[in-house]
């Protein structure tokens, strides 16, 4: 009995084995033509009494045609199965078909636009199914990597309408898409929206990306619209009086901003002494402002970086657009070499300013009694090639170049009678005051891309570039007393600058974007670069009384140097609500046989607390290899671009800072900043630096510090769009043989500064754009006195007491613009007319004093009347521009 029993207990597993492998080893016949997956599943289970457990979610739409005589259950479902990521389980006598939970399959591909195959740069991929996003990189790339199954991706981007894709996930998959501008779409009706903080955001970190559109339609300088004079309205972008200077952001300098044109860095970035910028907008696709949280693939700057991007060219067709302004004229032509496939641009532009700026200097001066010539001309071209060799490589030739040429002399002459006891006649006097200033700036700078795709997640980019500075600038002014009888100089005053610069840069650089899972990304790279400097600066004051003039010399030591290192840049998706960009930025830079080295930590966290309000926070180092010398004296700039040398150390800077970004109502978006910077080994010129042809013994290094707070409140949909900014600022310096070493404000320690900006569509054809700006007006040092020190072998010089230094105020600075831009379409051709104003009340905002030496009698005697008169450079003006686009 015991026998029997054990061997019952010991059959019962054995017969439940059997039982269950013969589930799936029953044989089945079966016929399907042209139906769906699930309907076959169904008729399968039905027919042949079995039971399958499935949800019909996970089936990709498939459709069988199949014929089955005698198989196997597992052989007739795998079969049914075949291409799909399903797999089936015996469990508990029924049959269980699923995803497996580890199995994720990599969605990649090119995001452009559909009418002229521009690349998308920052556009958001977005799959409602996982709740996981992305972005596109800097060449439209995306790659996602998402569950197996069905996915609802979401394509969207600033100014085109959302793409929306729903399919079944099986493979890795190559999927470009392509987005149409809102002004292409037919009206829809929205019936549902739920606000999302935008990945494209989480992911920046910092970064202000500017809307070229808008941009276009923002009231402009005598119709010029200008990307820096754009940046100049956001909060912590301070410049000097009338956008002139400049960018010095969150209290840095003018050269502690990496600007970049494709990828290549350029050292000017200014027209017109400053007016506006060398970027034609004509040709620019995309351009982002970072000015905290700098991801580890910048460096090389302390304050900012601003990363221009310029367009392709359209790959569709052909299309030629020209613009005649009150500055300048402008066209571009594009169109594809290879429709789809490959492409080019060229942009050029030619200022218009010397045809009236002649007449109406001649026609002021000679109110003034003096005899004058100005003129200046400058022009830039863009140029861009770009060729699609396969699915997976493009190539890029980019190039631009542009020069600026100004000259201005103006001679004015008095005669004065004084008396003399020894004659009875009065003696004449000719007093003569001349000034010279020529300057002459220019860029250069070219690369060469190449980009490739390593099977689905790895991206990467090799370039080639060039980058050239040349300078030249020549400062004279004079001022002479001479007995017109005897011909001999009483008294005569000279000033003399001597500046120039010349810069050549090599470089190559090779970029990775890997992309592993929807949580995490990876980008890293290395660079070299060598430069090549040849900076000459002369400075001179003479005070003479002699018929002879000693012409000073100047020689500059060249110097070449080479910079290289790589960095690395995770960025991880910790939670549904915490994303972290962490990263580190590794340089070196060999000169004069000295290395320095530098590690630069970078982290960026981000925190949705919903999908309405996003918490930031970043901790940034970074050091600057390469100096801007500026001699802060009003007057003419005189800007010169330094390496550093075995006696001058590289800049160091930290930044710290804490943010948030609200957003609510219908396309608000509420941004506030808080942030404080330390800056050390700051370089600038010591008080009374004399100069003569040696830079580096003439500089003093010190410590620098800003903080303050930023608010941005902007609307981003509906007719009236725009922005209202506010900052609360402190900056200052400290350098030992500067203001006797104590402490003093920056020159653009500005404490408040105010924008507003907005453009209101009334219709398709007419638009209406206002802006206006309030700052605090610049802190600057005026002479106090003048003394003359003699030195051996070069003679009396006269040396200025500015006492304490930036101790006063420039007024209050404000302005209102308004712009009218009206659209004309046509059958081929789009008119467009934009009118409006600069500083439409006129204000009179100075734009440095200066100091006027004139010759006056008093009796029996000669004397000399010094007296500070204000500078005044733009009153109202008139803004008109013209353009057609075929």
């Not at 402008?330 to 490959?342: A, D, F, H, V, Y």
């Not at 007093?431 to 099977?455: I, K, P, Q, Y």
């Not at 920056?746 to 009334?762: E, G, I, M, P």
């Not at 051996?792 to 831009?821: A, Q, T, W």
Request: glycine share 8%.
């Amino acid at each position: 009995m015991k026998r029997l029993l054990l061997l019952i207990l010991l059959t019962i597993p054995c017969a439940y084995v059997l039982v269950a492998q013969g589930v799936l080893d029953q044989q089945v016949s079966a016929e399907f033509w042209e139906v769906s997956l699930e309907e076959a599943l169904y008729r399968l289970g039905d027919e042949h009494d079995l039971r399958l457990s499935f949800s019909n979610d996970i089936l990709p739409p498939k459709v069988i045609t199949a014929r089955f005589e005698q198989r196997t259950i597992g052989s007739a479902l795998g079969q049914l199965l075949q291409d799909t990521p399903l797999r089936i389980k015996e469990l508990g006598g029924q049959i269980v078909i699923f995803l497996p939970v580890d199995l994720e399959f990599t969605i990649n591909g090119i995001l452009v636009d559909a009418s002229t195959g521009e690349r998308l740069i920052g556009a958001n991929i977005y799959d409602n199914k996982s709740g996981k996003g992305t972005v596109t990189n800097e060449y439209g790339y995306f790659s996602i990597t998402l569950p197996a199954g069905p996915v609802a991706l979401d394509f969207s981007y600033v100014g085109y309408g959302t793409l929306s894709s729903d399919f079944y996930l099986m493979d890795n998959q190559r999927l470009d898409q392509q987005l149409r501008s809102d002004l292409q779409l037919e009206p829809i009706e929205v019936v549902g929206y739920k606000p999302r903080v935008d990945p494209k955001m989480v992911q920046s970190g910092g970064a202000t990306q500017l809307n070229m559109e808008q941009l276009e339609q923002l009231p402009a300088l005598a119709g010029e619209s200008d990307l820096v004079r754009a940046l100049q309205l956001l909060p912590g972008v301070q410049s000097g009086t009338d956008g002139l200077d400049g960018l010095h952001v969150r209290g840095g300098g003018n050269g502690q901003n990496l600007i970049m044109i494709d990828g290549v860095p350029v050292y000017n970035i200014s027209h017109a002494a400053g007016l506006f910028s060398v970027f034609n907008t004509n040709a620019v696709k995309s351009a982002q402002l970072y000015k905290s949280g700098f991801p580890a693939r910048f460096g090389g700057r302390l304050s900012s970086v601003l990363d221009i991007r310029t367009r392709d060219g359209n790959n569709q067709h052909y299309e030629a657009e020209a613009s005649l302004g009150l500055l300048s004229g402008r066209m571009t032509l594009e169109g594809p070499i290879q429709k789809g496939k490959s492409s080019f641009i060229v942009s050029g532009r030619r200022s218009l300013i010397g045809w009236y700026l002649q007449p109406l200097a001649e026609s002021i001066r000679s109110e003034e009694d003096r005899q004058s010539l100005v003129d200046y001309d400058f022009y830039d071209v863009n140029a861009k090639l770009n060729f699609t060799l396969s699915d997976r490589d493009d190539l890029y030739f980019s190039f631009y170049t542009g020069k600026d040429a100004y000259r201005n002399r103006s001679l004015a002459l008095d005669t004065l009678f004084t008396q003399d006891t020894s004659v009875l006649e009065p003696v004449p006097f000719l007093s003569s005051r001349s000034a010279l200033e020529e300057m002459t700036w220019g860029n250069t700078v070219t690369s060469m891309r190449w980009t490739h795709l390593f099977g689905d997640q790895l991206f990467a980019s090799l370039t080639a570039s060039y980058s050239g500075l040349d300078v030249g600038i020549t400062y004279e002014r004079g001022d002479s007393l001479t007995n017109a009888r005897s011909g001999s100089v009483t008294d005569r005053y000279i000033s003399i600058g001597r500046y120039f610069s010349q810069i050549d840069d090599f470089g190559a650089r090779l970029d990775f974007d890997y992309r592993p899972a929807p949580v995490q990304s990876l980008r890293f790279g290395f660079f070299a670069t060598r430069h090549l400097f040849e900076p000459g600066l002369l400075s001179l004051e003479l005070v003479e009384k002699s018929d002879t003039l000693r012409q000073p010399r100047m020689q500059a030591r060249a110097i070449s140097a080479s910079e290289f290192g790589g960095y690395l840049e995770n960025i991880w998706q910790v939670s549904p609500e915490v994303k972290v960009n962490a990263g580190l930025h590794l340089a070196a830079f060999q000169v004069d046989g000295q290395t320095y080295s530098s590690l630069q930590p970078r982290l960026i966290a981000n925190w949705s607390i919903n999908n309405r309000l996003l918490l930031n926070g970043y901790l940034s180092k970074m050091t600057q290899f390469v100096h801007l010398l500026s001699n802060s004296t009003l007057g003419l700039p005189n800007d010169l671009w330094v390496p550093s040398t075995a006696s001058v150390k590289p800049e160091q800077s930290w930044q710290f800072g804490l943010s948030s970004t609200w957003q609510f109502g219908e396309g608000w978006q509420l941004t506030g900043d808080m942030y404080t910077k330390y800056m050390s080994q700051l370089l600038t010129y010591s008080e009374g630096a004399l100069f003569f042809n040696n830079w580096e013994s003439n500089l003093t290094s010190g410590t620098g510090q800003a903080y303050g707070m930023e608010l941005l409140l902007e609307k981003r949909q509906g007719k009236t769009t725009g922005w209202a900014s506010y900052g609360l600022a402190w900056a200052d310096r400290r350098f030992p043989l500067v203001n006797n070493g104590r402490r003093y404000p920056y020159r653009y320690d500005r404490r408040h500064s105010l924008t507003l900006a907005f453009v209101h569509v009334f219709n398709e054809w007419l638009e209406f754009s206002g802006s206006w700006a309030m700052n605090s007006g610049f802190a600057f040092s005026l002479p106090q006195g003048r003394y003359q020190v003699f030195l051996p072998g070069v003679g009396s010089i006269n040396v200025v007491d500015y006492g304490e230094k930036n101790s006063f105020r420039m007024p209050v600075y404000h302005r209102l613009d308004f712009g009218v831009n009206l659209y004309i379409e046509t059958e081929r051709v789009r008119h467009t007319l934009n009118l409006g104003v600069y500083n439409l009340y006129n204000r009179r905002n100075p734009l440095y004093y200066n100091l006027e030496t004139r010759y006056v009698t008093e009796g029996s005697e000669i004397r000399e009347d010094r007296r500070f008169s204000p500078v005044w450079l733009l009153p109202l003006i008139p803004a008109l521009n013209y353009s057609l686009k075929l």
